[in-house]
């Protein structure tokens, strides 16, 4: 079955740098678009970033746009979201989510995992 | 960016009976390809969310068909045909049509 397994969170000071991992199984991971959504404590849901199957195209949410990377290790059936210049408003659960196939939807959705940036 | 407003924000429902959630986009979600892409998920307390609905009216795999999705355009509704205790949690809509994805605020789903 289907299965996102993320990791990588902790508690971090403002500024600094966080790597979110994303393991993967079940599924033909290098045919798949790959999603990163966040969740504030308490908040609604905010989608983060795509990247297309063959990494040659990656979106952004404006709120990470210059700050945040996706990437992927197709090899390592991993997804990644390099996180640099951490603000108190990234702190959220970070959910690995896969794309529903030509029909623009997120069917798969892993645990999460926390992030909070604070002093 | 397409603003998303769900309305109610708060639904308390009696088991057996209908529940419905209202979706407004600020913007027509018709993709250039010709397709409305208009999603709901539902997030019960401590999970992650899961996919029910995809281009507004298919339901996902292993989604009971008393949930069913409709509208156009702008405008979209999810209904739940009789609620059951399982069916609690927020519910989200999610527009497709142009990056970036963005959600409604949510609508919470509890028993009266």
């Known amino acids: 079955q289907v299965q996102l397994v993320e990791s990588g969170g902790g508690v971090v000071q403002p500024g600094t740098s966080l790597r979110l991992s994303c393991a993967v199984s079940?599924?033909?991971?290098?045919?798949?678009?790959m999603h990163w959504v966040r969740q504030a404590p308490g908040r609604g849901l905010e989608w983060v970033a795509r990247?297309?199957?063959?990494?040659?195209?990656?979106l952004y949410a404006g709120s990470v746009e210059g700050r945040f990377t996706i990437s992927r290790d197709d090899s390592l059936y991993s997804l990644y979201l390099q996180m640099n210049s951490l603000r108190p408003e990234d702190t959220a659960v970070y959910y690995c989510?896969?794309?529903?196939?030509?029909?623009?939807?997120?069917?798969?959705w892993g645990r999460g995992t926390l992030v909070t940036v604070s002093t | 960016d397409i603003v998303m407003t769900q309305t109610p924000l708060s639904s308390p429902v009696t088991l057996g009976q209908p529940a419905s959630i209202s979706c407004r986009s600020s913007?027509?979600?018709?993709?250039?390809?010709?397709?409305?892409?208009l999603s709901w998920l539902q997030q019960r307390p401590g999970q992650p969310p899961r996919l029910l609905i995809y281009?507004?009216?298919n339901r996902f795999s292993g989604v009971p068909d008393r949930f069913s999705g409709s509208g156009a355009g702008t405008d979209f509704t999810l209904k739940i045909s009789r609620v059951e205790a399982e069916d609690v949690g927020v519910y989200y809509c999610?527009?497709?049509?142009?990056?970036?994805?963005?959600f409604g605020q949510g609508t919470k789903v509890e028993i009266k």
């Open positions: 989510a896969r794309d529903l196939r030509d029909n623009w939807a997120i069917d798969y």
């Open positions: 079940g599924f033909t991971f290098s045919d798949s678009v």
């Open positions: 990247i297309s199957h063959d990494a040659t195209s990656k």
């Open positions: 913007q027509s979600l018709v993709h250039n390809d010709g397709n409305t892409y």
């Open positions: 281009k507004i009216s």
């Open positions: 999610m527009q497709a049509a142009q990056f970036p994805w963005t």
